[in-house]
């Protein structure tokens, strides 16, 4: 989805408290490259540091408290080499820098993820005002003051997983109700990142959890990444009007370039003629995933796939979820050093982010055909739970 286009709106690094980092030259680095060091910092009075989970397999995962996040993700290529599979920055500073820097790189989004309409849900029958900070809708969560910019709570860590814990205070963001989440990522052996999202809340709200990773598996992310071969497991999708908002239609992928049904290059589909595409300048939609029938979602059938012919690197996704956003970096491309120092160009990266449809506050309210299966609200005595997970493997 958009990002690094100002729509995470921050005061910057004056507005909050954020220690330099360290310049330790001895400190161990990680195998993607990074060193904890220039992740232990303290902002807005918590503390932020760098996780590393890993099996025995060839798998590392690095991630921060600082908005949840999958700060590097390295598994083996064809040839064995550890390859980072992930877009994001190398430091906190840039992470924490909402104003020059924004970005939802890897992050635990919440409380709601993807666009609500107008910045405004209807609960029990009142109508609460969101903050807009995308034109006139709110995207994930409020952005620069939503959970992806928030400081989680370790909760717990191992040597293979870390509980990341947020409490949401009623009210905040305009949404209603204290929520209480976690965030649960674990490195199996089988070389997959699974992730589970699970909330709480002590008033009516509604609530779509997702991680927002931005995925390059050919190995360099300064070139563009529309030669990966994707596959998406769905029959229809919804369109979205210019300001990305779904119009409540749910089409057949038949016949248009939405169709991935057979997985292939996604520069062999792209059509900048297409309306949805010429809207988006690239892909930014929700796909209807066929994984999801009769209210529920089977997570062991696979619902998106990527593949690298370059690296061998191939990547399976599951989830819970009744849609899948598939983003394809249509924002990128602002001359911004990033990781390691490089500039990742405009459609560099594919995201798969495990979803409500979008704008499912709106449409669910409004009884719109089709929406009936993407429920968003969390009463309380209830627990919102989301499966997410990315498998990863070689072909050669």
Not at 203 to 230: C, R, W
Not at 289 to 315: C, R, W
Not at 336 to 352: L, M
């Amino acid at each position: 989805m958009r990002t690094l286009k100002g729509i995470l709106l921050g005061a910057g690094m004056a507005s909050i408290l954020l220690s330099a980092c360290s310049t330790n030259n001895g400190a161990q680095m990680t195998v993607s490259g990074l060193k904890p060091t220039n992740f232990d910092s303290i902002i807005g009075g918590k503390k932020t540091e760098l996780i590393t989970i890993k099996n025995q397999s060839g798998m590392e995962v690095c991630l921060t408290n600082y908005g949840g996040r999958v700060v590097s993700l390295s598994v083996p290529d064809k040839s064995g080499k550890p390859t980072d599979v992930v877009l994001g920055y190398d430091n906190i500073a840039q992470y924490a820098d909402t104003a020059r820097t924004p970005s939802d790189y890897g992050s635990s989004v919440g409380r709601y993820a993807n666009r609500i309409k107008n910045a405004q849900i209807v609960v029990e029958g009142k109508t609460y005002k969101l903050r807009a900070n995308d034109m006139m809708n709110c995207l994930h969560g409020g952005g620069n003051t939503g959970w992806l910019n928030k400081i989680y709570d370790v909760k717990s860590k191992n040597d293979s997983s870390v509980v990341f814990a947020i409490t949401a205070k009623d009210g905040e963001n305009g949404f209603p109700g204290t929520v209480k989440a976690t965030a649960t990522y674990t490195v199996k052996s089988n070389n997959t990142l699974d992730i589970v999202f699970q909330a709480t809340t002590d008033k009516e709200t509604v609530i779509n959890m997702t991680n927002h990773s931005y995925f390059n598996l050919n190995g360099d992310p300064s070139k563009a990444g529309y030669d990966q071969v994707m596959y998406v497991n769905a029959d229809k999708f919804t369109p979205s009007d210019r300001f990305y908002i779904p119009t409540g239609e749910i089409k057949d992928v038949t016949g248009t370039p939405m169709d991935f049904r057979k997985a292939t290059a996604i520069a062999n589909k792209y059509d900048p003629s297409y309306d949805q595409i010429k809207n988006a300048t690239g892909y930014d939609h929700n796909w209807c995933l066929n994984t999801f029938k009769d209210g529920k979602g089977n997570d062991k059938t696979v619902a998106a796939s990527l593949y690298s012919p370059k690296t061998g690197i191939f990547m399976e996704v599951f989830t819970n979820e009744p849609g899948i956003q598939v983003y394809t970096g249509n924002f990128q491309g602002t001359g911004i050093s990033c990781k390691h120092g490089i500039k990742y160009p405009k459609h560099v990266s594919v995201c798969f982010e495990s979803q409500k449809y979008p704008d499912s506050p709106t449409k669910f309210a409004a009884k719109t055909k089709g929406w009936e299966i993407s429920n968003p609200y969390l009463k309380p005595g209830e627990k919102y739970y989301s499966h997410l997970a990315y498998k990863f493997s070689v072909k050669k």
